[in-house]
């Protein structure tokens, strides 16, 4: 990897940066103009990431200075297992920093922080036609075989 990369919990600092970053996540999955998520939205899931009795946290890539790509990622029960389970909920590079091992490195950070929290796996999900991500996301985990089912309410 030819950056200069560290990665750490994001610091209430980080909004100016983060905030590009999660408007490209968003966007990229068709949340952006009309139905874009609304600021409030924004605002709350910025806070939990600073507030203890929340289980969302969030990771940052930096290089000199400027944030290169960020995680989301949240601990919660099972039935299947006394400890925690870690749903990777977002990650996102910026379009300069694809292909350089951030995202790889940004992974591997949720699988450490997982490990110490007594997570025993790390799941995630992305939409079929992400195949650019999908090439990593088959280096670095195994497909569960499972399929999602949702339903607005």
């Given at each position: 990897?030819?950056?200069?990369?560290?990665?750490?919990?994001?610091?209430?600092?980080?909004?100016?940066?983060?905030?590009?970053?999660?408007?490209?996540?968003?966007?990229?999955?068709?949340?952006?103009?009309?139905?874009?998520?609304?600021?409030e939205i924004t605002q709350i899931t910025w806070t939990r990431f600073?507030?203890?009795?929340?289980?969302v946290h969030a990771l940052v890539a930096e290089s000199?200075?400027?944030?290169?790509?960020?995680t989301h990622y949240i601990y919660h029960r099972t039935t299947i297992s006394i400890g925690p389970i870690c749903y990777l909920?977002?990650?996102?590079?910026?379009?300069n920093a694809r292909g350089k091992g951030v995202a790889r490195t940004l992974i591997n950070e949720v699988y450490t922080?997982?490990?110490?929290?007594?997570?025993?796996?790390?799941?995630?999900q992305t939409h079929e036609t992400n195949q650019t991500a999908m090439q990593l996301y088959d280096k670095v985990a195994e497909k569960s075989g499972?399929?999602?089912y949702r339903m607005p309410i």
């Open positions: 990897m030819s950056l200069n990369l560290t990665i750490r919990p994001v610091e209430p600092r980080d909004f100016d940066q983060w905030l590009p970053l999660w408007d490209g996540y968003n966007a990229f999955y068709g949340r952006s103009g009309p139905t874009a998520l609304t600021p600073f507030d203890a009795y929340e289980p000199e200075g400027q944030l290169l790509g960020i909920q977002d990650l996102f590079t910026t379009e922080q997982a490990k110490l929290a007594g997570a025993f796996r790390v799941y995630w499972f399929i999602v």
